[in-house]
């Protein structure tokens, strides 16, 4: 048998363990609104099937992910920076919420969406990306996502209960979100500053003209988000959408 065959046999055992023993019986550390897991990695509830993830580098820049409780199993949106991070997250959550991770998603080939693949990899937990990200990804060597959705068909749905959705090139080229219609939580990664961001952080890579652009497809598309989560900072609500474009028309003209 196969480890990713192992893998749903397992989560289907957990599945009927905790279905036998009922909401009640779930383990404590579910329960739990915030738990550390290191001085560089702590978990916060959301809403009630949502966790946010939070990543430090080592120069302290926090980078945003989530744990998502479906039906099959565990979702994860992006990796911690790290190895070690991703695969403290990942012990964490399956001990503590009863069940196996069965699909992971990267929102961008970035180091703080995508250090932990290897981590990944070595637990038989398959990633999934935008075609672009692959395309970028590649050059590094190692496991590769499989093709979530595509710049040509630019919205992704998921058996697991999510949309990712392709907005155009902003932060990065390929940055995309994830929306999560049961729980109205909208995470917007960083093509999305958080509402208290003053300035749009790491530009290298970003498509300033399109960006905008970008922002208000995913404003359009997902009007009934009542969570976003951006890639670095608080989380927030649709205000962090209209907040990230004003940051990009208001930003200083380039000299000639």
């Known amino acids: 048998m196969t480890r990713r065959r192992l893998r749903r046999a397992a989560v289907l055992v957990v599945a009927i363990t905790l279905a036998a023993a009922g909401a009640p019986g779930a383990p404590a550390a579910e329960r739990a609104d915030a738990v550390r897991l290191g001085p560089d990695l702590e978990v916060t509830r959301l809403r009630p099937t ?89 050059a590094a060597g190692g496991r590769l996502p499989r093709v979530l959705l595509t710049t040509a068909a630019p919205v992704g749905v998921d058996p697991l209960g999510f949309e990712a959705f392709f907005p155009g090139p902003g932060h990065a080229p390929d940055n995309i979100v994830v929306w999560l219609p049961a729980e109205k939580v909208l995470f917007g990664g960083c093509l999305v500053k958080s509402e208290v961001a003053t300035d749009l952080g790491n530009v290298a890579d970003a498509d300033l003209v399109s960006w905008p652009r970008a922002v208000e497809a995913v404003r359009d598309r997902y009007p009934r988000a009542e969570v976003v989560v951006p890639g670095h900072g608080p989380v927030g609500g649709a205000a962090a959408l209209t907040h990230t474009i004003e940051l990009l028309r208001d930003r200083p003209s380039p000299r000639p």
């Open 50 to 138: 949502v966790w946010l993830h939070v990543s430090k580098d080592g120069q302290g820049t926090a980078a945003n992910g989530l744990v998502v409780r479906t039906r099959k199993g565990l979702l994860l949106v992006d990796t911690g920076w790290t190895e070690g991070q991703t695969e403290r997250l990942v012990a964490w959550a399956e001990r503590a919420l009863g069940a196996f991770f069965v699909e992971a998603v990267v929102t961008h080939s970035h180091g703080d969406r995508t250090g932990g693949l290897p981590a990944l990899a070595r637990r038989g937990i398959p990633a999934a990306a935008l075609d672009v990200t692959i395309d970028r990804l590649r």
